[in-house]
């Protein structure tokens, strides 16, 4: 098997041919379907363009100007000059550094655990099938703040058990202060998001997995493939649209983590991400035009991490409904 | 039932009359639910004056405060208390943001001193009436009505003082040959502290603590964080870069290095340090006089051994230098009355009420936080719960408040992320850095 085996286009796919030919002759019909297709989803997109849009056109207009909530009648215009200060800052490329760290560790284990646990859904027994799910799922359903405050309690050098669970680890003792510098508090960090979220990744990845059609894994198992040529040659490539789609959404989450390093670090021993950036600056210091720069960034960033998924590696978000 | 819609003309014309009768229903409903919302805010149920306390999440002291005084008010106005969130700066960011807003549900704020500046500058307090800042000042302890006043005036009402004092455990200090009955400095803590091999309790946490540590060290030592004060950010010159500066910079580094605050130092916050003063390796530690009745309370749990607690002794904030008297630190709570309050009188009156010597009293016992009021530590009731409270008030004497700016949020930020963790405090660099790094914050020219 020297090839990958990819589905058949159905007919589906066939049908969203026409869709893309020139729109010259538009039917009645088809004219009010569009119309019918606004009507149902405008109510939407106006809530959409109220709650998103706005507040980042806000955000954008406020970052112009040297505003000190506390200080309003001495707001001034100032220009792209904020947007030099965050750049020019070596705490923004830190934050940038630890948030993209952050990001590229959890990500890629949750994308293997998370395959991992959506196999075993996938093949577990009928009878165990919903319980297994909803055993898996459970940290999903906790809050990140809980959670965070759960890792944390842990790990406390006073108040926390894996000192003396995990004694016998070297390098691990009574006296080990996690969260007293930065390469142990990212260790708790990561861990807890990977915790919280890897059933986010496997529950998107069971979706990919049940789309893969039984047909192709059992002509490849007549022809003699082992498990592994399966998972490669198969498996694999018929849910790559799924993993895309789970990685893209992990991703653009796993940039704006805040709750974790809010509760367990509060920025210390250089664990500030993008997002705890833009909050102490809006929140803390409320210099709501330099701390709006910020937010612009984070979500220019974000935009930037969804355009090269999108185009880059060609990701289709129909797949995430399975509609293809 | 949509069967009997379809089928019979009677069965629709209920269903109607049935839909009619509920959409009647749920407009009652919700003019109901808005009257009582509208009600909720201002005045009470019989057109009395509603008050809301913003407070600081306590053992329950401040809500039956607010019940005392809405009985004593007679019916003039009642007192309802909300809850702000834990820790201080995220109370400051709350009040803050709802007091940019002109939230008028604000009547009256319990605050943490250091933000008092910052809410006055900006115009967040009603203007104090002559007669009540008289009479608030009144048997007061100095560092409170310091930490009430911004630019020389009384801005909040004095309600309760906190300060630290040195906590050491009696037979370790005998041990080590300390004569606690004479002022004793942090050099000589540590060096006991390592030869005794207990444990110096102090708050190394990127936190507030960590600033109240540094800012007591530099007033200690001669000096003030703020060295000159101003209005305009631009102007503020700071003093850490100072010989007083240097000399907190470097008894933080030197008690860092011993290893005698512990191996969670960079972590140590106030509950900390207590813990570890309760174990086997407790020795000393500068704390609020909460650990006192946590101690008692640990006791009473079965938690503790009551010859721990007897073995605690108590005495002023350590000296950076013999000869320089020590500046303990100041904290507590002082009420601000909003500017936006739609009944500022009542709510200067009610502070009135609260801060009473009796009410003050009652805290100090009920809920082991000092009082301002001078007159509370000659009661007898709080001389058997609180047998400290004569240092306690001697040390308030002596307290200074952190630096008094409107900008204090950076100058903290600034100091906590250059001081932290201690272990790395160069005594000739962090001042330098922190000077520099505050400074660009202040002028808006780099991130915190």
């Not at chain 1, 003396?164 to 510098?181: E, M, Q």
């Not at chain 2, 930020?413 to 272990?423: D, L, S």
């Amino acid at each position: 098997m020297s090839t990958s085996t990819t589905a058949p286009p159905t007919g589906r796919t066939g049908a969203s041919a026409p869709a893309q030919a020139p729109k010259k002759h538009i039917s009645d019909r088809a004219k009010a379907e569009r119309k019918l297709g606004w009507l149902l989803a405008g109510p939407a997109l106006a809530v959409m363009l109220l709650v998103t849009a706005y507040p980042i056109a806000q955000a954008f207009y406020d970052s112009l100007f040297d505003y000190r909530l506390t200080d309003p009648e001495n707001r001034s215009f100032t220009g792209l000059s904020n947007y030099l200060v965050v750049l020019t800052d070596q705490l923004w490329w830190q934050s940038v550094g630890v948030t993209l760290l952050i990001t590229v560790v959890t990500v890629a284990v949750e994308l293997v655990l998370g395959f991992g646990l959506a196999l075993v859904m996938n093949k577990a027994l009928k009878a165990i099938r919903p319980f297994l799910r909803a055993v898996i799922l459970i940290p999903y359903a906790v809050i990140t703040v809980v959670s965070a405050f759960a890792w944390q309690f842990a790990f406390d050098i006073n108040t926390g058990f894996i000192n003396s669970w995990f004694a016998w680890l070297p390098g691990v003792g009574a006296d080990t202060d996690w969260f007293g510098d930065f390469g142990t508090s990212i260790f708790v960090v990561c861990l807890a998001e990977i915790w919280k979220t890897t059933p986010f990744i496997s529950l998107l990845l069971l979706a990919g997995l049940a789309q893969v059609p039984e047909v192709l894994q059992e002509a490849a198992q007549v022809d003699g493939a082992t498990w592994w040529q399966r998972m490669r040659r198969v498996t694999i490539p018929n849910m790559k649209a799924a993993i895309m789609v789970a990685l893209l959404f992990r991703t653009l989450d796993a940039f704006r983590v805040f709750d974790s390093i809010f509760v367990m670090t509060a920025g210390a021993n250089g664990t500030e991400t993008v997002s705890f950036l833009a909050y102490r600056q809006t929140i803390s210091r409320l210099e709501i035009g330099l701390g709006s720069a910020v937010s612009v960034l984070l979500f220019l960033s974000v935009v930037l991490i969804a355009f090269v998924f999108i185009k880059g590696f060609k990701v289709d978000l129909s797949q995430a409904r399975g509609d293809s | 039932m949509p069967d009997s819609v379809v089928h019979t003309g009677r069965g629709r014309r209920s269903a109607a009359s049935g839909r009619r009768a509920r959409r009647a229903l749920g407009a009652t409903a919700a003019a109901v639910v808005l009257a009582s919302g509208l009600a909720a805010c201002g005045s009470g149920d019989s057109g009395v004056p509603q008050l809301d306390w913003y407070i600081n999440p306590d053992s329950g002291g401040q809500a039956e405060i607010a019940a005392r005084c809405t009985e004593a008010a007679n019916g003039a106005y009642t007192i309802s208390v909300s809850t702000l969130p834990r820790d201080s700066p995220s109370q400051r960011e709350q009040l803050v943001r709802r007091l940019a807003a002109n939230d008028s549900s604000i009547d009256i704020m319990s605050l943490d001193p250091p933000y008092i500046p910052e809410f006055a500058q900006a115009g967040f307090f009603a203007p104090m009436p002559a007669e009540v800042a008289d009479e608030v000042t009144t048997d007061v302890v100095q560092s409170a009505i310091d930490g009430s006043t911004w630019d020389g005036e009384l801005v909040t009402v004095p309600f309760w003082a906190n300060t630290q004092l040195l906590w050491y455990r009696t037979s370790v200090a005998e041990a080590a040959g300390l004569d606690m009955t004479q002022p004793v400095t942090w050099d000589q803590l540590t060096q006991a502290a390592q030869d005794q091999q207990v444990r110096l309790g102090v708050q190394g946490i990127r936190s507030e603590s960590l600033t109240v540590w540094l800012n007591a060290l530099i007033e200690s030592a001669g000096g003030s964080v703020i060295a000159e004060n101003s209005t305009n950010p631009d102007d503020i010159q700071l003093g850490l870069d100072s010989e007083a500066g240097m000399r907190a910079a470097e008894v933080m580094r030197d008690i860092s290095a011993s290893g005698t605050g512990g191996p969670a130092l960079s972590t140590a916050n106030e509950d900390t340090t207590a813990t570890d003063f309760e174990g086997d390796v407790g020795g000393f530690q500068v704390n609020y006089p909460f650990v006192y009745p946590r101690a008692l309370g640990a006791v009473e749990a079965g938690t503790l051994d009551q010859s721990v607690v007897d073995d605690y002794g108590w005495a002023l904030y350590p000296r950076v230098d013999a000869d320089t008297e020590t500046a303990p630190p100041y904290g507590g709570i002082n009420l601000g009355v909003g500017a936006f309050s739609e009944h500022p009188d009542l709510a200067y009156d009610a502070t009135r009420c609260i801060t009473s010597t009796e009410n003050q009293a009652y805290y100090f016992t009920s809920n082991g936080n000092p009082a301002s009021d001078t007159a509370v530590y000659e009661d007898p009731e709080v001389l058997e719960a609180f047998p400290m409270a004569p240092t306690i008030l001697e040390s308030l004497e002596l307290a200074v408040p952190r630096p008094q700016t409107p900008y204090y949020s950076e100058v903290s930020g600034g100091i906590q992320r250059e001081y932290h963790p201690t272990a790395a405090i160069d005594p000739e660099q962090t001042p330098q850095d922190a000077t520099e790094l505050i400074q660009a914050v202040l002028r808006k020219d780099q991130l915190l």
